[in-house]
């Protein structure tokens, strides 16, 4: 639209703004963001382009955008309300059923602060983070929105992970089993299945250590496959007693924690009733 005033891209771009084909509406907004930087339209343009990215659920291109409009417009004042909208999108990304669960997982956890596997070396990564926003805008008025949405995905996605952990755990998939637990125990006791799900880890650490000693069950289970280790040595007896040392520690050290924060957690008893039941075989 190269001979398009200002005035008149607003103006179409309002008009297409509740037209069946929403993406029409969002050439207009972007016309104006390229053409008129800085002008009367463009941070209203830049708001609308997101918010209707977000209407068609393509919460991606919403991310995007209010990403690089935070990053082009530090310390403007409605950078907070552009962060929150980037928030909702990613609201919408991990909830979308169009999504196969495990990639909204793995998007959840990082958005929830769970995944320890994503770097952070990208703002546009860390904006992505409920804590972020929550530590950049301590004050916000957003805050009683965006914490609420922060515990409805928790608890959502809490019970997925912790169902499919059970899974896993049943098919003797300890790793991956051990994987989700992780996940779901590192967003805290805000999570309601927390000192349970923390309970579920000691005792599929403590099958995985026994596991471990067995030739059979580690083949059965492919740990080889997980461990990226060739077959020749990762059934030798001294490396499978490695493993099964190192995993019975890291069940110790789940526990103390147990017994010093939540000493009087049923959740906490049982994790120790566990242990003492399968003692460790040390020869």
Known sequence: YPDTTEEILWMKAQDTRNAYDKCHSARFFKELIRQYPGGTYYKQAWRELILNYIRIQDYVLAMNEANVYIDDNKGMN?????????????????????????????????????????????????????????????????????????????????????????????????PSAISKYMMLTGWGPIQKSFEEALFELVQTNVDFSWALLDVKLVSHFRLATFLKEPPNTIFTKEQRRKLSDDTWSQTEKILADMKKNIPDSPWTKKAEHYVKSMPRILE
Do not use: C, W
């Not at 999108?89 to 320890?116: D, H, T």
């Not at 912790?162 to 998939?173: F, G, H, N, V």
């Open 78 to 174: 409605d950078s907070e309300f552009i962060h929150s909208l980037l928030l909702r999108a990613v609201y919408g990304q991990v909830m979308n059923e169009r999504q196969k669960l495990e990639i909204r997982q793995e998007f959840a956890g990082y958005a929830l602060g769970a995944n320890l596997l994503q770097t952070e070396e990208s703002p546009y990564l860390i904006n992505l983070k409920f804590k972020t926003f929550l530590d950049k805008y301590p004050e916000s008025k957003f805050k009683p929105e965006i914490e609420a949405t922060l515990d409805e995905l928790r608890q959502y996605f809490g019970k997925n992970i912790l169902a499919e952990a059970r899974k896993l755990s049943i098919r003797m998939d300890y």
